[in-house]
């Protein structure tokens, strides 16, 4: 039964999220609940999987940063995410109007065979959130940001939504704005969710999941456990949001299938961030002197 699930788990999400969404779309349904609602459902069965079947029973046990990853869901879910919704689209469509453009580009292929548009604009998001995801790592001061989601020194399911809402902010920039500027279709990105909020709701699971070769294709928890490992020559990998796509381009990809396991997981040595502090403490550090010398 545990093999079976681990084997299954992600292919089985992904072609139940998928096929909401198309039923959703074909039906005209809403297409946003059709994503989100299973991808929810999803994540409940993985936080119930890894406590029946771990892949690290350590990690079982919380080190203090439970809190700090509740308080980091609440403000992303509640506040964030709803506002970036919110303003992305205007501020797009007030910078396109003070450039003498009144709308959208329309640059975006729309005649294309809807899969065909699915999976450029995944492409171009997935470019962009690489590279917001890299720099996060190569320059102090957004190093800082990020280092937020990395300073708990184990992997759970709730691991994945423990960010700066800054940090939240710039992905957002770079991997969902360009697709507003170029005049992306709702349901394209809609459908773009559709096959990467699975893989994003198990990222973090402390699950042995045997994805096989979607390792290739997705950031499964299996190879995203060595873009958080505290060792920099096995942390600067995989930075793909979802999809290792620009990592297998640009050379950052890591994947050793007879032993994906770093040997700790955590801040870099030597860092000088405060991930033992509060959520609210470490979100305002950011701001207060001194805060972005420690580069890893």
């Not at 119930?48 to 892949?55: C, F, H, L, Q, T």
């Not at 992997?155 to 710039?170: D, G, V």
């Not at 190879?223 to 950052?252: K, P, Y």
């Amino acid at each position: 039964m545990r093999s079976l699930f681990m084997r299954g788990f992600l292919p089985l999400s992904l072609v139940l999220i998928v096929a909401s969404f198309w039923f959703a779309l074909t039906r005209g349904g809403n297409l946003e609940l059709a994503v989100v609602l299973p991808a929810v459902a999803v994540m409940l069965v993985g936080v119930a999987a890894e406590r029946r079947w771990p892949y690290r029973a350590e990690w079982s046990r919380s080190r203090d940063d439970v809190a700090t990853d509740l308080a980091s869901a609440a403000v992303l879910f509640a506040a964030v995410d709803p506002l970036l919704k919110w303003l992305g689209p205007l501020a797009v469509t007030a910078a396109l109007a003070g450039s003498g453009t009144a709308k959208a580009l329309d640059l975006f292929p729309t005649s294309w065979p809807f899969a065909l548009q699915v999976l450029l604009a995944a492409l171009i998001a997935e470019f962009g959130g690489y590279w917001s995801h890299r720099l996060h790592h190569e320059r102090p001061a957004l190093w800082w940001l990020h280092a937020l989601h990395h300073g708990s020194e184990r992997m759970y399911t709730l691991n994945n939504f423990r960010f700066h809402p800054l940090n939240y902010a710039l992905n957002y920039m770079m991997g969902i704005v360009p697709l507003l500027v170029l005049g992306t279709p709702e349901a394209v990105i809609l459908g773009y969710f559709s096959v990467t909020l699975p893989v994003l709701m198990v990222q973090h699971a402390n699950l042995p999941l045997q994805a096989g070769w979607l390792n290739y294709v997705f950031s499964i928890s299996e190879i995203h456990r060595w873009h958080h490992s505290s060792c920099a020559g096995e942390g600067n990998s995989n930075f793909g949001h979802s999809l290792v796509i620009w990592d297998q381009v640009f050379g950052t990809y890591r994947n050793l299938p007879a032993n994906n396991h770093p040997r700790k997981i955590g801040l870099y040595a030597g860092s000088k961030y405060p991930s033992r502090a509060s959520f609210i403490e470490q979100v305002w550090s950011m701001f207060l002197p001194g805060c972005c010398r420690s580069a890893a």
